[in-house]
Every structure is written in structure tokens, then in C-alpha cells.
């Protein structure tokens, strides 16, 4: 790698990049906000001089930020088959739609066997919430059903895909809620709503990989009583223990700052709920 540069790279060549990765075949249908492309270009840029070199970072960096590798539904069939579940109004029949949805992403697939008691035993903690913010959320906000949440309920969603929050804002329309599924880079641009609880579900450890140390000053940003950071006590494969080391990522995040802790440990999923105003 070439040394850190002082940002030399040709601006044209960024906007080129920037062009070419939002419109590629990989990419576009997910319709990716160019704010987060950028800003994956300016880190690079902080790094090396070399145009090949930013280009390789950048690609490897968007590669595990959108991570296709974790699993996607058919987002068509996907609105077709919520539309037929919802017909029925059976809440067992709504589940099953769900659940399907939620097996197609390793995320939630690694969570359908603990969903019946994941909530329950979370709002048990935090108190029943009214505004939900779901940071990085994936199909998370499938699991609507096992929630339980009031009618009035305000639940804002947010990722980079598009795709995923149509399917979402489906959902929610399907339920009578708003839809505030919301196209956000949330590292880039945090959330200013005020909220009752934030999911910030099996991401802390990949906010790291993009850039380093960047949790401590996002989870300041953060307006929520209670900030659920959830962590895999295994890695993807199953074959690695992670929580000691996901607990250590927690309590580094958090050093110094004047915060109280709770762990909710479930099968393959810790929870750390931090309180934020205490
Ligand atoms: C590992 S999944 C998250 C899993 C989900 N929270 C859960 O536990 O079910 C990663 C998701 O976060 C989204 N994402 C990653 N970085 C993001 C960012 N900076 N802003 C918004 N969404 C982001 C990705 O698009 C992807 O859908």
C-alpha cells in the first residue's frame, strides 16, 4: 500500500467510481445512497494515493456493508405473499409469511428459534416502547408479529437497500402503521428522532470493520432511552465462540461514558442493553 495520502486522488476519478459502483450490475437494484459510497471513497482516500488502491478498498468495503452474501428474499413474491397472508387476517397465517421472510437472511434465520421469547424478554427491560428506531435493520422488522406492539406505535427503519425497505413499508402499510422505512446511511447521517428504544441488532461488529472506533461516537448520537446493541455469540459458520469478544467490543464502545449495562443472553444472540439516561 502506498502512504496515506493528502486526498491527491483526481475528484473526477472519485465521481467516476462513485458512477460506476451505484450503476453496476452488482448494485444497482439496490439503489445505494451516494452519500455512503462517498464517504467510503474519502476514507480510502485518506489512506492511499493509489487509484487502484482506493478502488479495491472501496469495493471490498461495500461488498460487507451490503453483504448479498447474508441472504435476500425475492422482494416481489415477498409483497405477493404478505398481501395473501394479510387477506386471511390470521395471525397465525401473517407468522408464517413472516417467518419465510425472515429465514432468507442469516441475521434473522439465527434468530427465528429464540423470536418467541427475543421481545417479550427485551420490552420486559426497557417497557413496552412507542417510538422504535431499527438501525441497520435488514428484515428485522419482520418479526412485527412477535413484538406485540401498541397500534399507535411509530417504527422507523432504517438501511441502505431499497429493495428491503419497500418490502418493509409494505409490512407496515399491511398493519395499519405508518411507513417509515426510511433510505439512510445511518453512520454517515444519524437519526435525530427522539425514541423510547433503538435496535441496533448484529451490526456494532461490521460498523468496526468499516471503520474503526466509529460506535462510540454513533451511540452518542443516538436519541434513545434505551440503546439494545445485539451481538451473534458465534460467528456465521457456528464454528467460533464471539461473545467474550463482543462483550469486550461493548465495554471498550462505552468506556468512560456514564451508562448502565445489562446483558440478555439468549442461545446465539447476546444482548446489551444500555441505558442512556441514567
Ligand atoms: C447484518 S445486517 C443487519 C441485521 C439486522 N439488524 C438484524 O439483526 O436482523 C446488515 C444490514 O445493515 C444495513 N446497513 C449497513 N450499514 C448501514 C448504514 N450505515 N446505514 C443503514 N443501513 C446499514 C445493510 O444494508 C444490511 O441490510
Not at 63 to 83: F, I, N, S, T, W
Not at 223 to 250: C, F
Amino acid at each position: 500500500m502506498s502512504k496515506p495520502s493528502r486526498n491527491s486522488i483526481d475528484p473526477a476519478l472519485s465521481e467516476a467510481l462513485l458512477t460506476s459502483l451505484i450503476a453496476s450490475r452488482k448494485y444497482r437494484s439496490l439503489d445505494l445512497p451516494r452519500e455512503t459510497v462517498l464517504d467510503l471513497i474519502q476514507r480510502a482516500r485518506e489512506q492511499t494515493d493509489d487509484p487502484r488502491e482506493v478502488d479495491h478498498i472501496v469495493r471490498e468495503k461495500l461488498h460487507h456493508l451490503v453483504a448479498p452474501y447474508l441472504g435476500d428474499p425475492d422482494y416481489l413474491e415477498c409483497q405477493h405473499d404478505l398481501d395473501a397472508a394479510y387477506q386471511t387476517n390470521d395471525p397465525q397465517t401473517i407468522k408464517i409469511a413472516c417467518q419465510k421472510i425472515l429465514a432468507t437472511h442469516a441475521s434473522t434465520r439465527e434468530r427465528l428459534s429464540i423470536l418467541p421469547q427475543f421481545y417479550e424478554r427485551l420490552f420486559a427491560f426497557t417497557g413496552q416502547p412507542h417510538i422504535i428506531l431499527d438501525l441497520a435493520c435488514a428484515l428485522n422488522p419482520f418479526a412485527l408479529p412477535w413484538m406485540e406492539l401498541p397500534a399507535d406505535v411509530q417504527y422507523y427503519a432504517y438501511d441502505l437497500h431499497q429493495p428491503r425497505l419497500d418490502a418493509i413499508n409494505h409490512l407496515f402499510v399491511l398493519n395499519g402503521m405508518a411507513a417509515l422505512a426510511i433510505h439512510q446511511d445511518i453512520l454517515v447521517n444519524p437519526p435525530t428522532i427522539e425514541a423510547d428504544v433503538a435496535f441496533f441488532f448484529k451490526e456494532a461488529h461490521r460498523f468496526e470493520q468499516r471503520r474503526r472506533g466509529c460506535n462510540r461516537d454513533f451511540w452518542q448520537q443516538i436519541h434513545a432511552r434505551h440503546l439494545l446493541v445485539s451481538l451473534p455469540t458465534k460467528n456465521l459458520t457456528g464454528s467460533h465462540p464471539k461473545t467474550e469478544q463482543h462483550r469486550r467490543l461493548v465495554q471498550e464502545t462505552i468506556a468512560g461514558l456514564p451508562w448502565q449495562i445489562h446483558e440478555i443472553e439468549l442461545e446465539n444472540e447476546i444482548v446489551f442493553c444500555i441505558e442512556k439516561d441514567v
